[in-house]
């Protein structure tokens, strides 16, 4: 049982339309229950929800935000993106930066370094994910690939307060694998060292669903969870939430 603030992060990813609305009654009535305790739920759907989402969670707590967004500021000619301008008018509170998924389409640290910048300049928190694939664990590169993730990532970008770090693990991400306890319980100390004055919260990501969770809690420097497949079902986010402060 844990008295903490908890994150329970809903990135929805490429999945969901109008219908999927109707899903998220359960988890406003939920969130406005004793049972959410100190969780904290933000959901982070496709642009193209985030109104609706904005509108449907009017009358509780339950953040937005987007999944990613162009590094400009400035409004342009950028067919297909948006900027995180454009979020925050919407309605969103957080976004999403360097997902190993965009990492692997191209976006280098340098590039999502500037898209840092620009939420951070338009008031948005960042969730900035970072993580090792299979080939850098087995070569034990996970903490020069995390450190060096950061150092781009954040480079020169002085107050940190609206950043949360998520630690995603390339290989765990909708495999079923989890890290080890005592990797994981590392790991994240690991990356909290990385800051010298105010430590970040750290969320994890990758494979989190309602059986492996009871485990996952135990580890007690993890202040949140970025959940992927199992958010797109209210029941399994839910019960999430329960076990974590069960
Ligand atoms: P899964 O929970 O589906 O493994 O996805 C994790 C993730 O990528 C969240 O950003």
Not at 98 to 105: C, F, I, L, V
Not at 178 to 195: A, G, M, N, T, W
Request: a positive charge; hydrophobic letters at 35%; proline letters at 2%.
């Amino acid at each position: 049982m844990t008295n903490k603030y908890i994150y329970f992060v809903a990135n929805w990813k490429m999945y969901g339309n109008l219908s999927s609305l109707n899903t998220l009654d359960k988890v406003i009535k939920f969130s406005k229950s004793k049972e959410i305790k100190g969780g904290r739920l933000i959901y982070c759907p496709p642009y193209t929800l985030i109104s609706s989402f904005s509108k449907k969670f009017k009358s509780c707590q339950i953040a937005i935000g987007g999944q990613n967004c162009h590094e400009s500021e400035d409004y342009g000619a950028h067919t297909g993106y948006i900027n995180s301008r454009m979020l925050k008018n919407i309605g969103a509170h957080f976004v999403i930066i360097g997902h190993s998924e965009n990492r692997k389409k191209g976006e280098s640290d340098k590039l999502i370094n500037l898209k840092i910048k620009s939420a951070l300049e338009a008031k948005l928190k960042v969730i900035f994910c970072i993580g090792e694939t299979l080939s850098e664990k087995r070569n034990k590169k996970t903490h020069s690939v995390l450190s060096n993730q950061i150092k781009i990532g954040l480079k020169n970008i002085k107050n940190k307060s609206n950043i949360f770090l998520a630690y995603e693990p390339v290989w765990a991400i909708g495999s079923g694998l989890i890290p080890k306890s005592q990797d994981l319980f590392k790991i994240v100390e690991f990356i909290k060292s990385k800051f010298r004055d105010k430590t970040p919260k750290v969320l994890y990501g990758g494979s989190v669903n309602p059986n492996n969770i009871t485990n996952i809690r135990k580890i007690n420097n993890i202040d949140g969870y970025l959940i992927g497949g199992a958010s797109q079902n209210a029941k399994k986010f839910i019960d999430i939430v329960k076990k974590t402060y069960s």
